[in-house]
C-alpha cells in the first residue's frame, strides 16, 4: 500500500510538473535566448552559446526536480518502506514531463519554421537529465551539494 501510494504522489507530481515546467524552463532558458540573438539574424556561434547558455538554466532549475524526486524515492524507499518497485516510477516522473515539453517545442519550432535557442537547449536538458537521475540515484552526496536548498535534501 505505501508503494501504491508513493507511485500515486510521483505520477501526480509528474504531471503537475509537465504543465508548469513549460514556464520556468522557458524563463531559466530566457538569457541563452537573448544571447543567440533574433531568429534568422544570428551566427552560428553566437548561436551555439546561447543554445548551451540556455541548457546550463534549464538543466539547473530541471535538476532541482530531479534532485527532490531522487531524495524523495530514497527517503519513501528507508523511511516508509516502499518497495524497489518504485524507482522506475520515479525515473518516469522526472524524465516524462522534460521529454514531453522538448517534443511540444519542437512541434512548435517545425510549425514556426525557425530554430530556437531554448528549444535546441532542451535536447541537451533532456540528455543530462537521463544522466543526472542515474548519478544523484548512486551517488547522492553530489545532490546534497549542489541543491541544498531544494526541500528534503540533507534529511
Not at 504522489?9 to 537573448?34: C, K, R, S, T, Y
Amino acid at each position: 500500500m505505501k508503494t501504491l501510494f508513493s507511485i500515486l504522489v510521483l505520477a501526480i507530481i509528474a504531471v503537475i510538473v509537465n504543465f508548469v515546467a513549460v514556464f520556468i524552463l522557458n524563463i531559466a532558458g530566457v538569457p541563452g535566448a537573448l544571447i543567440a540573438g533574433m531568429p534568422g539574424k544570428h551566427n552560428r556561434r553566437r548561436f551555439v552559446f546561447g543554445s548551451v547558455i540556455s541548457a546550463i538554466g534549464q538543466s539547473y532549475v530541471y535538476l532541482a526536480y530531479t534532485a527532490f524526486v531522487v531524495n524523495w524515492t530514497m527517503l519513501a524507499r528507508s523511511e516508509q518502506g516502499a518497495s524497489y518497485i518504485i524507482w522506475p516510477f520515479a525515473f518516469l516522473s522526472v524524465n516524462i514531463p522534460i521529454w514531453l515539453n522538448l517534443m511540444h517545442a519542437k512541434v512548435e519550432a517545425r510549425e514556426m519554421k525557425h530554430v530556437n535557442a531554448q528549444t535546441e537547449a532542451l535536447h541537451m536538458t533532456f540528455l543530462i537529465t537521463f544522466i543526472c537521475f542515474f548519478i544523484f540515484a548512486f551517488v547522492p552526496r553530489v545532490m546534497e551539494i549542489i541543491y541544498n536548498w531544494v526541500p528534503y535534501i540533507g534529511a
